[in-house]
């Protein structure tokens, strides 16, 4: 999930120098969902069960919505608009980071670190 906050605050900066900050809710948004997955990470190091739920639900809705994107842009072609960095760096490497961790959160030995 460090990996998955690593590369949305690549992407926020990315766009925040191609923009010149033109529109700051872009960079907000990253750093906000930096700041979350960091606090998530985190929490998960602390054991707890709540900690387990959470990053597993996180991580399994994100990486659908990322899925979900992605057919969406294929479907309507609207993958020509972006450059191919923006789009490997939004999309494809991020679904491909919060499905890993969800399936690494979903492996037993994972699982039983939270009973």
């Known amino acids: 999930m460090i990996g998955y906050a690593t590369i949305v605050a690549v992407g926020a900066l990315v766009n ?11 960079f ?3 750093a906000f969902r930096v700041i979350s ?3 998530m990470s985190f929490w998960l190091l602390s054991g707890q069960k709540q900690a387990w739920w959470f ?11 990322g899925i979900l994107g992605l057919i969406v842009f294929s479907a309507l072609s609207l993958t020509h608009g972006l450059d191919l960095f923006r789009l490997i760096l939004a999309f494809i490497l991020g679904t491909y980071l919060l499905s890993h961790a969800a399936i690494l959160l979903l492996k037993g030995e994972t699982r ?3 009973t």
């Open 55 to 65: 990053a597993v639900i996180s991580c399994i809705l994100l990486a659908c919505l």
């Open 112 to 114: 039983s670190y939270f």
């Open 37 to 39: 997955f960091v606090i």
């Open 16 to 26: 925040a120098i191609q923009t010149e900050l033109s529109d700051p809710r872009e």
């Open 28 to 30: 907000i948004h990253g």
